[in-house]
């Protein structure tokens, strides 16, 4: 294996809770996968699940060397949780990659940062 690439998203949370509160449903809908959707649910930091999972998809579109678009779309990727905490990506796309991740956050700024390895 050998490493394909490497990226990191940094963002304020406000941003997503803007656009959380002003396009609602719509805004989970065009983001988020049903398997995000589910996972979140009423889940109490909701705003922070999806700032996290938002900046998962970006990372990892850099990471993959395109960027959000046609190659890699935001309903191309679910990122979940493990029962020990440990963040993971779930691809709805063959990408022959092995994903990375890992987020760090203070205040009001989260960061994710994936590596993708070569199968």
């Known amino acids: 294996m050998g490493i394909w690439g490497v990226g990191s998203d ?7 809770e803007r656009a959380y509160v002003k396009f609602g449903q719509r805004f989970l ?4 996968t049903p398997l995000e959707q589910e996972a979140y ?11 996290k999972s938002f900046a998962a998809k970006e990372a990892f579109s850099k990471a993959y060397g395109t960027g959000i678009g046609e190659a890699i ?7 979940l949780r493990k029962p020990s905490g440990q963040p993971y990506f779930v ?3 063959d ?3 092995t994903a990375h991740l890992s987020f760090a956050d203070e205040g009001e700024m989260i ?6 390895e070569q199968l």
């Open 10 to 16: 940094l963002l304020r949370r406000e941003r997503i």
């Open 29 to 32: 809908c065009k983001i988020f």
């Open 41 to 51: 649910g009423q889940h109490p930091k909701i705003v922070d699940k999806l700032a």
């Open 73 to 79: 779309g935001f309903q191309d990727l679910s990122v």
């Open 91 to 93: 691809m709805h796309k």
């Open 95 to 97: 990408i022959p990659l």
């Open 111 to 116: 960061m994710a940062f994936v590596v993708l």
